[in-house]
């Protein structure tokens, strides 16, 4: 069991592409957000970027505010024993959460 797993945004995209985290709720619907295969202009590659942006911060956000005891799924199924999360909070302030 790995002792601190801190979940980045490698790391959430690798968990939108697994199976085994599909039944987390902070993950539904948003797969498709991170799909880059797409060839588009340069106003459109912003935006796309952009939704991608905000859609990690809500993701994240999301892991901090479920209830402990989905927090003690998510880390079984990360096989962890502590899980820090870095987001942005609704006032812009930079958050460390460690669970």
């Known amino acids: 069991m790995t002792e601190l797993v801190v979940i980045e945004d490698s790391t959430i995209f690798s968990m939108l592409h697994d199976a085994k985290f599909a039944d987390i709720p902070?993950?539904?619907n948003k797969r498709d957000i991170?799909?880059?295969s797409r060839a588009s202009c340069g106003s459109c590659a912003r935006k796309r970027q952009?939704?991608?942006r905000n859609a990690m911060a809500s993701i994240k956000s999301c892991?901090?505010?479920m209830s402990s005891q989905k927090k003690a799924e998510f880390k079984q199924l990360l096989a962890a024993e502590k899980v820090r999360i870095v987001y942005i909070n609704a006032s812009n302030q930079v958050v460390q959460l460690t669970f």
């Open 26 to 28: 902070c993950f539904v």
């Open 34 to 36: 991170f799909n880059t």
């Open 50 to 52: 952009e939704n991608q």
């Open 63 to 65: 892991l901090a505010g």
